[in-house]
């Protein structure tokens, strides 16, 4: 099998450039609107990321020329974490990269840079840039180090036809997240319409709240009047078990472990280091000392998802070393307590909604672990070199 794949030094395949240097581009040249620059936060799972993008004029545009990306370049991260890398797409054609990123560009007809990205993802391709990586305290690697690591690769139509699969199902990861988000946009919308314009109520009578005017009838009550902010269980590295159950902490999903200890759908709250944050967990999980989670709730889990992040939790931790949530703290926020009719009527709404994005989760998990495992048997299984 081996004798298939042919051996490239990178270098001799594609030309590697490193961003502008500090003194080309300074903080004060980003403007509002113009040409993005992405920078190592902007490299996703082989996708550059368009969020908090900074942007420079077009006059800085032409004067750093040789720093712009097109379609079938790969971006490495340079500085921190080495193995970080994204395939650019037409969508980000023209661009720039920073000087903390490097720029991989095919110049060889016999390999195809979409596969040489998947070829990047590689966990034994990762671990050995790791390990080649200069500094012990903030690794980084240069166009010398990427310009002579050894590649094995396959024949060009093998390349494209494996390229081709593995991007079909990142097309549809990305279909599912943009779907996911357009969703969440409407359950907040419902929310607000609801909650906070009173839309469907505008033409009944209000009064008076210290939350300011609400509809007749309803009320302004603490957290600690309608739900229980229980804490989460220790779980130790050594006694987690690998399953299918996700492992909940202050900022998210942490680990997986085979056994659950709150049913979903739920509500987690971060108590300590990501303190206030919430999580909305669809499925059975088990949340760790870090977090609080909602129970014996008198009302919606749907409803009070909207109406913690109304209350700004993440806000009200004490300022130290570690950022805590106090309980008493969260237990004494307000909010509003609108009729049970009104509340189901809510949830009836939103339900699907909620259960659509639950779906949709479900199956990019699928689709991920299926391009996983076909990363490591359509690729080279191991073609890094240490010579």
């Not at 004798?3 to 500090?22: N, Y």
């Not at 004494?332 to 994005?357: C, G, H, R, T, Y």
Request: glycine share 6%; hydrophobic share 35%.
């Amino acid at each position: 099998m081996k004798s298939q794949f042919t051996k490239f030094r990178l270098g001799d395949i594609a030309e590697v450039q490193t961003g502008p240097f500090g003194s080309q581009l300074h903080q004060k040249d980003y403007v509002e609107k113009g040409t993005p620059i992405i920078t190592v936060e902007h490299l996703g799972d082989n996708r550059i990321i368009h969020n908090n993008m900074p942007n420079v004029s077009e006059e800085d545009k032409e004067r750093l020329s040789k720093y712009q990306i097109f379609e079938g370049d790969i971006v490495f991260s340079r500085v921190g974490s080495v193995d970080r890398r994204a395939y650019v797409t037409k969508k980000e054609d023209g661009w720039l990269f920073s000087g903390r990123c490097l720029r991989v560009r095919v110049k060889d007809s016999r390999v195809s840079s979409l596969y040489l990205s998947y070829y990047f993802g590689l966990e034994s391709f990762k671990e050995y840039i790791r390990r080649i990586a200069v500094g012990a305290t903030m690794p980084s690697i240069n166009t010398q180090i990427l310009s002579d690591i050894e590649i094995q690769i396959p024949s060009i139509e093998y390349q494209l036809k494996v390229a081709d699969k593995l991007f079909s199902i990142d097309e549809m990861i990305e279909n599912n997240k943009e779907t996911n988000k357009t969703l969440e946009v409407m359950v907040h919308s419902l929310y607000k319409h609801y909650f906070v314009n009173f839309g469907p109520f505008k033409d009944g009578n209000f009064i008076d709240s210290e939350q300011g005017e609400i509809p007749e009838g309803w009320k302004i009550v603490s957290n600690k009047d309608v739900f229980e902010f229980a804490y989460g269980k220790a779980l130790r590295k050594k006694d987690r078990v690998l399953g299918n159950v996700p492992v909940i902490g202050s900022g998210g999903q942490v680990d997986w472990h085979d056994t659950s200890i709150v049913k979903g759908p739920s509500i987690v709250v971060g108590r300590k280091g990501n303190a206030g944050t919430i999580t909305w967990v669809d499925e059975d999980y088990y949340p760790i000392d870090t977090t609080f989670y909602i129970n014996n709730n008198l009302i919606s889990i749907y409803y009070l998802y909207f109406a913690l992040h109304q209350q700004h939790l993440e806000d009200k931790g004490t300022d130290s070393a570690v950022p805590g949530l106090n309980r008493e703290v969260a237990y004494s926020q307000k909010l509003i307590l609108p009729p049970d009719s009104v509340v189901q009527e809510f949830e009836n709404k939103v339900k699907a909604l909620f259960d659509k994005i639950a779906a949709n989760n479900r199956e990019n998990y699928s689709l991920i672990e299926t391009r996983n495992y076909l990363l490591q048997h359509l690729l080279l299984e191991d073609g890094t070199s240490e010579s």
